[in-house]
């Protein structure tokens, strides 16, 4: 357990204390998050699903992680009134989406294993289509970023058009018609997997320094943002369990599935919040949120780890 999580912590550390010293410049995180999620991440999550053996599981896992976005961004509208009105017009986005791609596959690379990435991948693929059509379209709107017909057109755009998007629908095409395993079974398979390697090798650390980085926890805005991670827990909780009840008995529970599944589940809202967020008050509540979350995640990523 220690030669796993070690790592993960040291290398949070170390974005925490560049952060601390500003040996690096915030614009110098921004770029290794950009080559994070527009292509480390793009690989690794091609190569999850266009190598992986779907099955019935897969439209019953996609099923399961919808439903929940939907009830949970529902019911988020519905408990907004209760929250104070700096943020509380946050509150249905901060309530539901989940950073596989940002956190959730470097902790899952480490829990399950590469060759098992493809669970939360599955897991995932409902997350990103939800994430990059409605609740993207709404947060926009909030953000008044997405007022007028041309900007509506070159945020579709810039929809269809997301790395990790087009990844993962061209890796779910090419492992359901079996072009993934054809590739690495061919002659080009020792080339494709050695790039694989190398493109997805610097994916954790950059992420979890990164992350250090930008971890910030105010304690004026502990309480506020421990009643939303509360209030979230409960939304994810009661939605799951509902779904679990509707589409579980049709799903195969494989140790590496149940396990990907609730790390997947315990991840933080997505890190793209904090872009739309505006007034102080809201986007202090919201990155306090969002760095308590990274902490949440890693306590419950070493339970899975030490029972693993």
Known sequence: MAKALVPIIVLIFVGVFLNKIQFVSKDTIAGMKSIASNVFLPVVIFNA??????????????CITMFVLVAGFGIGFGIKKFYKKEY?????????????????????????GMENL?????????GAVFSFTIWITMIERLAGKSESKGQEKSLIKSML????????????????????????????????????????TP???????????????????????????????????????????????????????????????????SFLLSVY??????????????????????AVFCVLLAIN
């Open 49 to 62: 699903l266009a190598t992986a053996s779907f099955s019935r599981d897969t439209i019953f896992i996609f």
């Open 88 to 112: 509380s017009d946050y509150i249905p986005y901060v309530t539901v989406t989940f950073e596989g791609g940002m956190f959730g596959y470097a902790l899952a690379e480490v829990l399950v």
């Open 118 to 126: 493809y669970h939360i991948a599955t897991i995932d693929l409902a």
């Open 161 to 200: 058009t997301t790395p990790t998007l087009i990844a993962a629908v061209t890796g779910l095409i090419c492992g359901v018609s079996g072009l993934g395993t054809l590739l690495v079974n061919s002659k080009a398979g020792g080339v494709y997997d050695g790039l694989v390697d190398m493109l997805s």
């Open 203 to 269: 994916l954790t650390p950059v992420i979890l320094i990164s992350l250090g980085y930008g971890m910030n926890i105010s304690k004026e805005n502990i309480k506020d943002a421990a009643l939303i991670i509360i209030q979230r827990a409960v939304v994810i909780g009661v939605s799951f369990l509902a779904a679990f009840l509707i589409f579980g008995r049709f799903i195969t529970f494989t140790r590496e599935l149940t396990l990907s599944m609730i790390l997947y589940f315990t991840l933080p809202p």
């Open 277 to 298: 967020v505006k007034g102080e008050k809201s986007q202090d509540v919201i990155s306090c949120v969002l760095s308590l979350y990274i902490i949440i995640t890693l």
